[in-house]
């Protein structure tokens, strides 16, 4: 059996992080697998098994999504003319 532990992260810029096995970190703590990377995380100080210690955004993540009546896609793109030589 592999061995887990909970990971939070310490910054915002640590949820850029993602364990080869285990996949990405996230802001309520994700479970990896107790390693060589994990404790090279945790030395770095980029995460942190402590959920006290850990960061929390001051906006709920999902208040940051866009909204649902918007679109990603622009409704009228501007138009770009190609030439020829």
Do not use: C, Q
Request: proline residues 11%; hydrophobic residues 35%; aromatic residues 4%.
């Amino acid at each position: 059996m592999t061995n887990k532990i909970t990971v939070y992260p310490t910054a915002k810029n640590s949820l850029v992080l993602s364990h080869p096995i285990d996949g990405p970190l996230s802001t309520d703590g994700s479970s990896w697998t107790r390693d060589g990377f994990t404790a090279r995380m945790i030395t770095d100080g980029a995460i942190t098994d402590d959920p006290s210690k850990g960061w929390t955004p001051d906006v709920p993540i999902d208040a940051m999504a866009a909204p649902a009546h918007s679109t990603a896609v622009e409704d009228n793109p501007p138009t770009v003319k190609v030439t020829k030589r």
